[in-house]
């Protein structure tokens, strides 16, 4: 029964707007600025080595079980779970994913808005500062004035018309269009950087690794980034891959998703550690990295106006595909689930995440004083989507699949009904009964601040 798609539920319509979407959706700004200030903090190279190593014996396990659940049912990721358990609560899981994507929305289009801001500042040189203090003072300006609030209505209104095209003349044609320019700006970087004094000392950091740095803290925060980065947790794969076709070979394409999305996170390491040991800088900046530190040095490179402007292009682009994926949660809820045309699902969608968005830009203004448990609308949004929905989230949808989807299904899903042979089968039932939950649970007991 479930081997059947209804001739009213889109498709992707080729294999590669498939995996430009999913890429799309796993690259954002983690990659670019999360990573690099996770293996600034944790040294470098031994970071790396298990960063790598947990994006494939946890990141690509928990990807195949999302593009399980969702190209095998052919639903919303609430829809996902209750076809496959209807008589159980853990379609709760699926109100968990829909729920933390719009605080997710809320907080991440204030932020690229920053990043539009920032790209249009650096065309017209506003960002050149030139000490510590003015770089600080000049992006608590751009942050906490109105300009925010209009650069994040800015935001949400592009992500509203790629979605309000629908999954293939909007989401797969603006991921086909967006990610190759994306990868084009990441490559122009690299080889800009290639050129820079600290090359060298920048590559060495980062992919040489002193084994006698890591520690529980480099293990937790490899752990971490690898989960986080690929947008596991939410639904976003399990959404997206209810739009795969039969053709689209799931453990392929996980594959795929994991070694791009860690590419970027790679090549973005590659764009910024050598300018850092350029400049004689800390690699351990943390945050203030992408907004404050890099624009101070790209100004002080040849022709940095333009490459400080390109960066914060590079940095609304990678935003805008990881929105447009969060969005796609509720709005395949509200149509599926609620019976809305798609224009519905996604207006509303889009005036839920503008009352959020609203709400944590204008945290940083007058809101500022208006907090709950000690955090403003902007870091309560941030934590409960990210420290609390997410890891359970991720724990729910790998015990769900490893124990309670029958592995007949799991199997026809990676055969094609036994078109072609999958050898891994019973590895990856091991790795998500037992490994996959107890990572996510470490990283659930770590960003709780437990360990």
Avoid at 69 to 81: I, K, P, S
Wanted: hydrophobic share 55%; proline share 3%; aromatic share 16%.
């Amino acid at each position: 029964m479930l081997k059947e798609i209804t001739t009213e539920r889109a498709v992707f319509a080729t294999k590669i707007g498939a995996v430009a979407t999913t890429v799309g959706s796993a690259v954002g700004l983690g990659n670019i600025w999360r990573f690099p200030y996770e293996a600034g903090v944790h040294g470098g190279g031994a970071f790396m080595i298990c960063y790598l190593s947990f994006v494939f014996i946890l990141g690509v396990p928990l990807l195949i079980a999302e593009f399980v659940m969702g190209r095998g049912t052919r639903a919303n990721v609430f829809g996902a779970y209750r076809k496959l358990r209807p008589a159980s609560h853990w379609n709760l899981f699926g109100i968990l994913g829909i729920i933390a994507s719009l605080l997710i929305i809320s907080f991440y289009a204030v932020v690229a808005g920053w990043t539009a801001e920032f790209c249009l500042a650096s065309l017209s040189g506003q960002l050149e500062f030139a000490s510590e203090e003015a770089r600080h003072e000049g992006f608590m300006t751009f942050t906490s004035g109105s300009n925010s609030v209009v650069w994040t209505l800015i935001f949400l209104a592009f992500n509203f018309m790629i979605l309000i095209g629908g999954v293939t003349k909007g989401i797969e044609r603006a991921s086909n269009i967006l990610m190759p320019i994306f990868f084009l700006l990441l490559l122009a970087f690299c080889i800009n950087s290639f050129f820079m004094p600290g090359f060298g000392e920048g590559m060495k950091y980062l992919f040489y690794p002193d084994f006698s740095k890591i520690s529980p803290s480099v293990i937790l925060g490899a752990l971490g980034q690898a989960f986080f980065s690929l947008s596991l947790g939410l639904g976003c794969m399990m959404t997206y891959a209810s739009y795969f076709s039969d053709k689209n070979r799931l453990g392929k394409t996980a594959v795929t998703t994991a070694f791009l999305d860690t590419l970027v996170a790679i090549l973005a390491g590659i764009i910024i550690f050598p300018a850092v040991f350029s400049f004689n800088l800390s690699p351990e900046a943390g945050p203030t990295l992408v907004f404050e530190v890099l624009p101070h040095i790209f100004y002080q490179l040849p022709g940095g106006m333009i490459w400080s402007t390109l960066f914060f292009l590079l940095l609304f682009l990678a935003s805008l595909t990881s929105t447009v994926s969060m969005s796609e949660i509720s709005i395949s809820y509200f149509s599926e689930e609620k019976g809305m045309s798609r224009s519905r699902a996604t207006a509303l969608s889009a005036f839920i995440s503008l009352v959020g968005a609203l709400l944590c830009a204008f945290s940083f203004g007058f809101l500022s004083e208006v907090t709950f448990f000690g955090k403003n609308f902007f870091n309560l949004f941030d934590y409960l989507s990210s420290n609390i929905a997410l890891p359970l989230g991720g724990m729910g949808c790998s015990i769900f699949v490893g124990w309670f989807v029958k592995r007949k299904f799991i199997k026809d899903q990676l055969t094609d009904f036994g078109t072609f042979k999958f050898r891994l089968l019973n590895i990856l039932i091991f790795f998500l009964r037992w490994f996959c939950p107890a990572a996510i649970f470490l990283i659930f007991l770590n960003s709780l601040g437990i360990l």
